[in-house]
């Protein structure tokens, strides 16, 4: 099991950047594959990004694509996301997620076995 914590959200101007982390529990970090998912008011849950145990490939929604970069640091048992050129329609609560099956990217929640509490994105214009 692994718990999950992430931090760096606020508010931002449009146009700008900012880095989510997400620190993991446990000495397994390694064999998680990683994602992060955001869910705004009134929305489904949908992925943004994801990033396979070794950090040898990398999957990005459609909408982030050249704006985000998912990365992750095995020794620190930590991911990062980095969000540049930020939109309002960027806001969002952002989760980081942990799928143990395989080491095979997921674009779905149900393919991750573990969430953290989440953290608030938000973009003005």
């Known amino acids: 099991q692994v718990q999950l914590v992430e931090s760096g959200g606020g508010l931002v101007q449009a146009g700008t950047s900012l880095r989510l982390s997400c620190a993991a529990s446990?000495?397994?970090?390694?064999?998680?594959?990683m994602g992060w998912f955001r869910q705004a008011p009134g929305k489904e849950r949908e992925f943004v990004a994801a990033?396979?145990?070794?950090?040898?490939?990398?999957k990005y929604a459609d909408s982030v694509k050249g704006r985000f970069t998912i990365s992750r640091i095995n020794a620190k048992n930590t991911v990062y996301l980095q969000m540049n050129s930020l939109k309002p329609e960027d806001t969002a609560v952002y989760y980081c997620?942990?799928?143990?099956?395989?080491?095979?990217?997921?674009?779905?929640?149900?393919?991750?076995?573990?969430w953290g509490q989440g953290t608030q994105v938000t973009v003005s214009s």
């Open positions: 997620a942990a799928r143990s099956i395989c080491n095979t990217i997921a674009t779905t929640a149900g393919g991750y076995d573990y």
């Open positions: 446990g000495r397994t970090f390694s064999s998680y594959v």
């Open positions: 990033i396979t145990r070794s950090g040898s490939i990398t």
